[in-house]
């Protein structure tokens, strides 16, 4: 059941949402498309369900040319963010609707909404109205609907988008364990990095229409393709021409081999962390965070001298062009 997308091209209008987009997708795997907004994920979405056509290129699902099919012939099933539900039909009936119209016997399609309602956790609630449900409950009912007809791929639009923060986080882990059991080869949209990162197998970052890059969490997080991939997952500061994030930058009270020197310029506790901010002896303004008992052990305070390095093995990417203009000239940034 992969799914393997060649050279696909798609404009509206004048607008190029997608530009030469090949991408492959592993059968039986949980896969995020990952992203800013606007930059072509719901599109590529739309055009493996069907429900959107490629101006190029090619798309193939499960070894079957799939480009011209329309979506009721591809066998996917399909959770957008504002789902629309049956108002007026119980819980049941909405999770039983794909087989009634496919005309399924009575017994078959009882017996299947029994199991779905059960694996989504909605057992109690199946005489329920959609209207009665929360909103988590009711996106739960959205993909026991589109698990019922047993599709050979679930295409999820930002399924949890609309949910408050604690709901989402619980909807995402439960999404992670229904993948662990049903293992239908899964394609979910996000521009929540974090979502991604906890609950995908593999990661397609897309930017711009185009590809950025392709990997599993790991990969991404620790061998970044480009700064557009380091920045998008996570907070990133710079030092000399190097990308980095914050909690790779190792504090020392006395230089070291390869340290910059400088002064901390401002100390601030974020929860659970200590943020340093370092101004180094070119100007350029570091941001470095520390857990508070690395804090304590170095007995920073305000003003103090401080070296910096990048600890080893971390990611780093360089950067294109500086982004901060309190720092150091972009030449004198680039000679180092
Ligand atoms: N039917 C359409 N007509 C014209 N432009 C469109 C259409 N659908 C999408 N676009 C444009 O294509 C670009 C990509 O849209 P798309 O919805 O794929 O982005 P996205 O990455 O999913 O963003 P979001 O997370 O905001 O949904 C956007 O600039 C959008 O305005």
Redesign the pocket.
Known sequence: MSIEISHVG?R??D?V??DNVSVSIPSGRLTA?L????????????IIAGL?HADTGRIEIDGVDATRLPPQKRNVGFVFQHYAAFKHLSVRRNVAFGLEIRKRPKDEIDRRVDELLALVHLQQFGERLPAQLSGGQRQRMALARALAVEPTVLLL??PF?ALDAKVRKELRDWLRRLHDEVHVTTVF???DQAEALEVADEIVV?ND?RVEQTGSPDDLYDRPANEFVMRFLGPVTQLDDQLVRPHDLQIHTRPEPSTVAGRATRITRVGFEIRVEVTTITGQVVTVTLTRNEFLALGLRNDAAVHLRIAPNSPTTAVATTDQPSSTSPSLAASH
């Not at 800013?36 to 979405?45: D, M, R, V, Y």
């Open positions: 798609k509206f209008g607008f949402a997608l498309l992203g800013p907004s606007g930059g072509g994920k719901s599109t590529l979405l739309r959107e639009d930002e988008g949209v996000t521009h897309i229409g």
